[in-house]
């Protein structure tokens, strides 16, 4: 299992629908932690990028396919993400997904709504 080592801003995703924040979050989660190659289609990919396709991102989510092709769809005009086509006649409906929103590891994400105070839970015995 991959770390997940992407910070998304609250503030970002606060005023989302939340079919669209289900997706910009998982998009995060299934992107690439670094700077690496994807192994089925031999593409360099950034921190915070991905190659998926609507049908392919509607089967690893278990999510109706016309609701993810809408969210990605929305996210895109909406700037979270930016979205490249691949130029392989061999991959014609696949893209490479940027996340636009994430915040650098070595930086901290300010204003943000704070954890929950674990021992508030543990003193309600």
Request: glycine fraction near 2%; include cysteine.
């Amino acid at each position: 299992m991959k770390p997940h080592t992407l910070s998304i801003p609250y503030s970002v995703v606060d005023k989302l629908p939340a079919a669209e924040r289900f997706v910009y979050y998982e998009l995060c989660r299934l992107a690439a932690y670094e700077d690496m190659t994807d192994e089925d289609f031999k593409i360099p990919l950034s921190k915070g990028e991905l190659v998926t396709s609507h049908y392919r991102l509607a089967k690893v989510l278990d999510y109706p396919y016309s609701k993810a092709a809408l969210a990605i769809e929305s996210l895109e005009k909406k700037g979270l993400i930016e979205i490249s086509m691949i130029n392989d006649p061999e991959f014609k409906t696949y893209y490479v997904v940027h996340i636009k929103k994430i915040v650098p590891d070595d930086q901290p994400i300010e204003n943000e709504v704070p954890y929950a105070n674990q021992d508030f839970y543990w003193d309600m015995k």
